[in-house]
């Protein structure tokens, strides 16, 4: 029922629990993925003869996983909803019940679908909270599971973009345990959880130019931070970030772009990377179609306002292909 819920609120229908009686509900919530944690952790430490088991306990883990997947979404409409009003309850009832789970013991899985929960508070519920969760995602960062990593990366840019005054004493240290991950995980192939892992690094680091420029060497970190585009791996991240870099262009950062326009060719060769992989018919897009139409209008605005010379040194620093791409845009 709560899931039918979440779903009509995001298309829009004003649904909602009222505050009182979410106690009751997250009690629920919480029993509900305690009973799906128990039985998977029973099914996977149970001793079970691998010869007649292997099929079903993987059907069975993907069970859990939606069923758990559905809690989690549950309980992030209940935070969505009511913001910082659930923070009291959250405080005192939620995170005792939830942080056991965060332990390196558990399933990555689970503790993935666990930190979301704690994104989920960061980037709707304020900073209040943020000096007490900020370590579980430090933890989630130095994590040796693809998934943990992915979910902790999340919410480290949530911190980046939302975390107001009270994340800047936390800032660096943050970024440089994001950065050791992408680092790690640069040489994974497009299609492993790694690379998705590695995406939602890439994609924090964004927010922290975007978001911190004072606090770190921007011009430094958005320089590696171009050198990693593309991204692929999770396409509904790779549309976050590109539209992040159609911003940034847009605003004439010039921590992007260079003294005199000097990054402008290597910026342009990324857009035409980008546009290739959207033009690739058995791929999803990673630049949705605001994003197609921005760039266009981009590509013109360029050309009428940064100076000639800066221009047609930066398209010819492109190939054939990369100037044939952007053809077929317009």
């Not at 480290?156 to 005054?165: D, L, M, S, T």
């Not at 991240?237 to 870099?245: F, I, K, P, R, T």
Request: aromatic share 6%.
């Amino acid at each position: 029922m709560l899931e039918a819920c979440k779903e009509a609120s995001d298309n829009g229908y004003s649904v909602g629990i009222p505050i009182t009686d979410l106690p009751h509900v997250v009690s629920k919530l919480l029993t509900a993925a305690h009973a799906s944690v128990k039985r998977r952790m029973a099914r996977d430490y149970g001793g079970a003869d691998a010869d007649d088991a292997d099929e079903d306990d993987e059907n069975e883990e993907d069970v859990e996983d939606s069923i758990l997947q559905n809690l989690i979404d549950a309980m992030g409409w209940c935070i969505k909803t009511h913001k910082s009003g659930v923070l009291p309850l959250f405080s005192q009832q939620w995170l005792p019940s939830i942080a056991p789970y965060l332990d390196p013991s558990f399933p990555g899985a689970v503790r993935a679908h666990f930190i979301c929960t704690i994104d989920d508070v960061l980037e709707h519920s304020g900073p209040e909270l943020l000096p007490q969760l900020l370590p579980h995602l430090w933890s989630g960062l130095e994590d040796s599971n693809p998934n943990v990593i992915r979910a902790s990366a999340y919410g480290a840019g949530v911190c980046a973009q939302f975390g107001g005054p009270s994340f800047e004493p936390h800032c660096v240290a943050t970024l440089q345990r994001v950065w050791s991950c992408i680092q790690s995980l640069e040489h994974d192939q497009v299609e492993t959880e790694q690379a998705a892992a590695r995406d939602n690094c890439v994609s924090a680091v964004g927010k922290f130019c975007l978001f911190r420029s004072s606090l770190v060497d921007a011009p430094t970190l958005l320089r590696l931070w171009l050198h990693c585009l593309p991204l692929q791996s999770d396409v509904l991240e790779a549309q976050v970030v590109h539209a992040d870099l159609l911003t940034m262009v847009e605003a004439r950062n010039m921590d992007l772009l260079g003294d005199n326009y000097s990054q402008l060719g290597v910026v342009l060769q990324k857009f035409a990377a980008i546009l290739a992989l959207n033009m690739d018919e058995d791929a999803e897009p990673v630049l949705d179609d605001e994003g197609e139409e921005r760039l266009a209008l981009l590509l013109q605005s360029l050309q009428t306002s940064v100076p000639g010379p800066a221009v047609q040194a930066a398209w010819a620093s492109l190939s054939a292909d990369e100037q044939q791409v952007f053809a077929m845009l317009s």
